[in-house]
């Protein structure tokens, strides 16, 4: 079962996390050979993104990723989302590690007007 972890974000902001990803007795994932992507919804069901994250493996050994999104990203994001974060290893299966919601923190002044 994958992991839970919700995620904040200011609209309009660069936004960009650290997360330790482990198992279920606190041990860290070794992520050395693996790839590692994540993407924001509406819904599950939705069949297009609203946000990818520009994910990467910070490291490996130690089982720490980072999501981040540009400023422009997020400026287009006006309600929650859903999110994951798939592993995939070298003989290519994937496996959702981690999920969450993605809150967005609304800003009334547009950031282009200063």
């Known amino acids: 079962m994958p992991g839970y972890q919700d995620l904040y974000i200011s609209q309009g902001d660069n936004f ?20 590692v992507g994540s993407q924001a919804k509406t819904s599950y069901f939705t069949a297009n993104s609203t946000l990818v994250f520009n994910t990467t493996i910070v490291d490996a050994s130690n089982g ?30 994937i496996s959702k590690i981690l999920e969450g919601r993605v809150f967005i923190d609304l800003t009334a002044t547009n950031i282009h007007s200063f």
């Open 16 to 35: 960009q996390t650290q997360i330790t990803l482990a198992d279920d007795y606190g041990s860290a994932y070794n992520l050395v050979g693996f790839a």
């Open 64 to 93: 720490v990723i980072q999501l981040a999104a540009n400023s422009a990203s997020t400026a287009n994001v006006t309600k929650t989302l859903v999110y994951d974060v798939l592993l995939r290893d070298t003989s290519n299966n």
